[in-house]
């Protein structure tokens, strides 16, 4: 077998585990709406404004929606005020992290990009 196709074969064998195993979580469900939000967090390192949910509405984190800052300035009170994409670019949901490179909401092109991961709120002190 050539060098060519050997590749071929690998990257082809890979594309088809990685399907299987993102396609053994649970899809994500819509995101939910603002009055189930709990926090806001502006994430500085990453340029993120990250939204927590409680889907049960029992106080827990069981989702959280992070957006691309898109500008950041100063209001005349000193507040940081940000504008931020229309739509997510990560989902936590299910012990899963999903990305979704086009930021243009939940129509399954979203792709599994790390799973068996909470969400850690201390991060952000």
């Not at 196709?5 to 469900?29: D, M, N, W």
Request: hydrophobic letters at 40%.
């Amino acid at each position: 077998m050539t060098h060519i196709a050997r590749t071929f074969v690998v990257v082809l064998v890979l594309s088809v585990l990685g399907v299987t195993h993102a396609g053994s979580q649970k899809p994500l469900p819509p995101e939910p709406p603002q009055e189930l939000a709990i926090e806001e967090i502006y994430d500085n390192e990453a340029g993120l404004v990250i939204f927590t949910y409680s889907l049960k509405r029992d106080g827990v984190v069981d989702y959280v929606t992070g957006r691309k800052v898109l500008n950041w300035r100063v209001n005349d009170y000193g507040h940081g005020v940000y504008d931020i994409e229309r739509f997510p670019v990560f989902y936590w949901y299910n012990h899963a992290l999903w990305r979704d490179m086009d930021a243009d909401g939940l129509n399954g092109n979203e792709v599994l990009y790390m799973e068996n991961t909470g969400f850690d709120r201390l991060r952000y002190k």
